[in-house]
């Protein structure tokens, strides 16, 4: 696989992969000097990385004690996805009307990748795959602010989807559930496919809330 275009693109997406595969886990303090040179980089591109993945709330700095991975919580899992919700069934439902058969080509590809990675026991790569699969359900729409807001928001949870996917039940329920969006998409039925996309977030928050220890309900 190619290297992203610059360092500090490569340094991100290798952090990213690391929290995602719990390399580095919830707590545990970020060695700055040690993944370095693991990466063969300087600390310069690392630095930049950590201020992105702080503002996404991957991490946390602590003065004198530096960079930290954040731990989970429900409430800012509930946060990102109602803000999803919102976000994405505008989306989806613009671009359920607007889908070729080019893209209708593209979901199919991505899904066939999330299955694929899910017969491989590959955490990394579904979780890579069901994101292409997503975002070719909402780039038809043609709205470039709304999804960099949804991007940053995706960004800030594939630790939470780490956690989903590791069990057996939720990778065949996702593979169910896309199986029906799908059917959605290729009947450019829009609001069949903003449905079923709701429901297959609250699946995975409902799941996520016997993990994540808070009382808040998913409203």
Same mark, same amino acid.
């Given at each position: 696989m190619a290297r992203p275009p610059t360092t500090q693109e490569y340094v991100l997406d290798e952090l990213r992969k690391a929290i995602v595969s719990r390399q580095l886990s919830p707590r545990q303090p970020i060695r700055q000097d040690t993944i370095a040179h693991q990466l063969g980089v300087s600390r310069v591109p690392l630095r930049e990385a950590l201020k992105t993945l702080e503002a996404e709330g991957q991490?946390?700095?602590e003065p004198h004690r530096g960079y930290s991975v954040a731990e989970l919580s429900?409430? %800012? *899992?509930l946060e990102v996805y109602r803000l999803r919700e919102l976000l994405e069934s505008e989306a989806a439902a613009v671009a359920a009307r607007k889908f070729?058969?080019? %893209? *209708?080509?593209?979901?199919?590809?991505?899904?066939?990748?999330v299955d694929n990675a899910a017969d491989d026991n590959d955490l990394v790569g579904m979780i890579a795959a069901n994101r292409r699969f997503h975002f070719a359900l909402l780039q038809p729409a043609e709205m470039p602010r709304l999804l960099r807001i949804v991007r940053t928001l995706w960004d800030a949870t594939d630790a939470y989807r780490a956690v989903y996917y590791n069990s057996d039940v939720n990778?065949?329920?996702?593979?169910?559930e896309h199986e029906e969006i799908?059917?959605?998409a290729e009947q450019r039925d829009a609001e069949e496919l903003t449905a079923l996309l709701t429901a297959h977030r609250r699946h995975a928050v409902d799941t996520l809330r016997a993990t994540l220890d808070t009382d808040q309900p998913y409203s």
């Open positions: 991490v946390v700095y429900l409430a %800012d *899992l070729t058969d080019t %893209d *209708l080509s593209r979901i199919t590809d991505a899904q066939r990748d990778r065949a329920r996702v593979r169910r799908v059917r959605a």
